[in-house]
């Protein structure tokens, strides 16, 4: 069993930049992949980004693509999201979430393990 706490959020302004955490228990962290999602008021969770368990290969939204970086310290068992130039519409709670099997992947239903989540508002 793996558990996944996200922190880091918070209220910015547009044009900020913001890091968000997520820190794993378990011994297996190391194996697994991990994504970002978020979700918007009345909107569905969407995929931001995920990175492989190497760290070797990462893939994001085209929505956040050249703004934010995924990456991973395998020996902190954490996963950061560094989210810059932001925007209003990137207002969401934003979850980390873990693979066991299989490598990135963009559908919610690959992963097995969620965060509960941390808000990230951004106002204009």
């Known amino acids: 069993q793996v558990q996944l706490v996200e922190s880091g959020g918070g209220l910015v302004q547009a044009g900020d930049s913001l890091r968000v955490s997520c820190a794993a228990s378990?011994?297996?962290?190391?194996?697994?992949?991990m994504g970002w999602f978020r979700q918007a008021p009345g909107k569905e969770r969407e995929f931001v980004g995920a990175?492989?368990?190497?760290?070797?290969?990462?893939y994001y939204a085209d929505s956040v693509k050249g703004r934010f970086t995924i990456s991973r310290d395998n020996a902190k068992n954490t996963v950061y999201l560094q989210m810059n130039s932001l925007k209003p519409e990137d207002t969401a709670i934003y979850y980390c979430?873990?693979?066991?099997?299989?490598?990135?992947?963009?559908?919610?239903?690959?992963?097995?393990?969620w965060g509960q989540g941390t808000q990230v508002t951004v106002s204009s």
């Open positions: 990175i492989s368990w190497s760290g070797g290969n990462t």
């Open positions: 979430a873990g693979r066991r099997l299989g490598g990135i992947s963009t559908m919610r239903n690959d992963y097995d393990y």
């Open positions: 378990g011994r297996t962290f190391s194996n697994y992949a």
